[in-house]
């Protein structure tokens, strides 16, 4: 689906990947409803969008409160007319530790964001996308979606979920005018830690001045997002760590998991 003259709701469009999709669809002539926790990202946003915030309209939610999630059509519609896409990129990760570790208040929170804020949005947007003549869905997992990744084990549970959820609504709706993409990126640079409760921005900041890992700009990310849109790609991987882990992950799942763990390990507490 062509993003000139659509309406495009984006979740988490206050920071990071989903910041760079509204404004980056705002740019190619789409009308853009952007969905965010946060008030302040997402005032900064309409600040980046200048003259295009005009196309451009703001909705402070929680994705985990599924009775505000379906709220949100009306106002959608009330503003642009219609909706004709929806990108899920909000998602938070979990604190770097063990599963043995972690507690059921982190469990529960990022299986409510990730996996649970999906399913609300797509459940309520779904019905309206199947009366455009031509609509799309893209939802963002991770390469922790498909590879194991010790330290995010939960993370990874959400993200499996939203994967095969959206690969299931491929099938579920080929038939359909409704198009669906899947989204695997890997490291992509941008303050999800922070964001996340995690880490505090010194930290982040200390990781990144000592890690030489390989990173994606989120403006690199949003455009292969909005390309497999364009392009009704079935799956999109994002960077060469995605791209080189989904392939050696199928050839060799095991081997592929004795890698990202040794890569990995040092994060892990002792
Ligand atoms: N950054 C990476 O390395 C990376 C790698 C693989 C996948 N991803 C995925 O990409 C997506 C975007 O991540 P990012 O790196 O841009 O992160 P980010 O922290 O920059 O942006 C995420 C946005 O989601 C919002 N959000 C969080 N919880 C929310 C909630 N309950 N309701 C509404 N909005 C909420 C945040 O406020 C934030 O604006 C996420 O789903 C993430 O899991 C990121």
Redesign the pocket.
């Known amino acids: 689906m062509r993003a000139q003259g659509k309406t495009i709701a984006v979740?988490?469009?206050?920071?990071?990947?989903?910041?760079?999709a509204v404004l980056q669809l705002l740019s190619k002539g789409a009308r853009v409803a952007a969905?965010?926790?946060?008030d302040e990202?997402?005032a900064e946003t309409a600040r980046l969008a200048g003259a295009n915030a005009e196309r451009l309209s703001t909705h402070v939610?929680?994705?985990?409160?599924r009775a505000a999630v379906e709220a949100l059509p009306s106002a959608i519609t009330d503003r642009h007319g219609q909706i004709d896409g929806l990108m899920?990129?909000?998602?938070?990760?979990q604190p770097f530790v063990l599963f043995n570790d972690l507690d059921y208040s982190a469990i529960e929170r990022v299986i409510?964001?990730?996996l649970w804020?999906t399913i609300h949005t797509t459940k309520t947007f779904l019905p309206h996308l199947l009366d455009r003549p031509e609509a799309h869905i893209v939802n963002?997992?991770?390469?922790?979606?498909f590879l194991p990744v010790p330290g995010q084990t939960i993370?990874g549970v959400s993200?499996a979920g939203?994967k095969l959820l959206t690969e299931a609504l491929h099938s579920e709706l080929a038939a359909t005018n409704v198009g669906v993409t899947v989204?695997?990126?890997?490291?992509?640079?941008?303050?999800?830690?922070?964001?996340?409760g995690v880490v505090t921005q010194a930290e982040a900041e200390k990781q990144a001045a000592s890690s030489n890992y390989k990173?994606?700009e989120?403006a690199v990310?949003a455009q292969m997002i909005i390309d497999g849109m364009e392009q009704n790609a079935y799956r999109v991987r994002?960077g060469s760590d995605?791209t080189f882990m989904d392939r050696f992950s199928r050839l060799s799942p095991k081997r592929a998991a004795a890698l990202i763990y040794k890569q990995m390990k040092d994060l892990l507490p002792s």
């Open positions: 979740t988490g469009g206050g920071n990071g990947i989903g910041r760079e969905l965010d926790i946060s990202g997402l939610v929680n994705i985990t409160d899920n990129v909000a998602g938070i990760i409510d964001v990730n804020g963002v997992s991770s390469m922790g979606g993370y993200k939203v989204v695997f990126p890997g490291a992509i640079k941008t303050n999800i830690s922070v964001n996340s990173t994606t989120p990310a994002i995605a």
